[in-house]
């Protein structure tokens, strides 16, 4: 596609439900992450995906947060038993490959009551 | 981990005057980005400049890699200009993931 897409936009959820966020990167992109921003906030890097790599997941605050890419495309961040401190917006970035410019989607706003 | 600090935090202009928003990191770089986050949360790139001076309209920049810091100008300010401007660094270390700096909140008032 034409740049990064993310969905859905916004997600509102009720404490200990499960959520799933999907990223779908620019054709061609090999590396894939996903960050975090809480309001007003920087950047919180989870998780990094490159080609057929073993992902870098040394970000992910629990292991209430997973996520999956297969091969160079679709990317699905999981969160289970969501809990209020996750309210947050997900960002979720596509590069060529290592070391170059990054392009990010439009993030998902997710809400947990 | 490499230390990325920006500054000023926050910047409130009058519509048509000029900034330097600054960007300094602890360790050598392979690469240096600046993003412009809009009011609606979209991240927008800006420069992809690992060292050098890149300019695009009203908007410059200059990365002084052996100096560790980078500058973005924005001369003649607009209200779209709003948002929050940040850098991001990726180490000479080895590892791919950029690191964000906290930001600089700018407001331009008409």
């Known amino acids: 596609g034409a740049g990064v897409s993310q969905s859905p936009s916004n997600k509102v959820t009720e404490k200990g439900k499960d959520v799933e966020l999907r990223c779908d990167p620019i054709?061609?992109?090999?590396?894939l992450y996903w960050y975090r921003q809480r309001l007003g906030q920087g950047l919180e890097f989870l998780i990094y995906?490159?080609?057929?790599?073993?992902?870098?997941k040394s970000g992910l605050p629990s292991d209430r947060f997973s996520a999956e890419r297969t091969g160079e495309s679709v990317s699905t961040l999981t969160i289970q038993r969501t809990q209020q401190e996750d309210s947050a917006v997900y960002l979720c970035?596509?590069?060529?490959?290592?070391?170059?410019?990054?392009?990010f989607g439009n993030g998902t706003r997710l809400t947990v009551t | 981990g490499i230390q990325v600090e920006q500054s000023p935090p926050d910047l409130i202009l009058q519509e048509g005057a000029n900034s330097t928003l600054r960007c300094n990191f602890s360790?050598?770089?392979?690469?240096l980005q600046w993003f412009h986050q809009n009011p609606w949360g979209q991240l927008i790139n800006l420069f992809y400049?690992?060292?050098g001076t890149k300019q695009n309209g009203r908007l410059s920049a200059t990365t002084v890699a052996t100096e560790r810091y980078s500058l973005l100008y924005i001369s003649s300010s607009q209200t779209t200009d709003s948002g929050v401007y940040f850098c991001?660094?990726?180490?000479?270390?080895?590892?791919?993931?950029?690191?964000f700096g906290r930001g600089t909140s700018l407001i331009v008032h008409p």
């Open positions: 970035a596509s590069s060529l490959g290592r070391g170059v410019p990054l392009h």
């Open positions: 054709s061609g992109h090999t590396a």
């Open positions: 995906f490159q080609g057929n790599s073993a992902p870098d």
């Open positions: 360790d050598s770089v392979n690469n």
């Open positions: 400049i690992p060292s």
């Open positions: 991001a660094v990726h180490t000479s270390g080895g590892s791919y993931i950029p690191t």
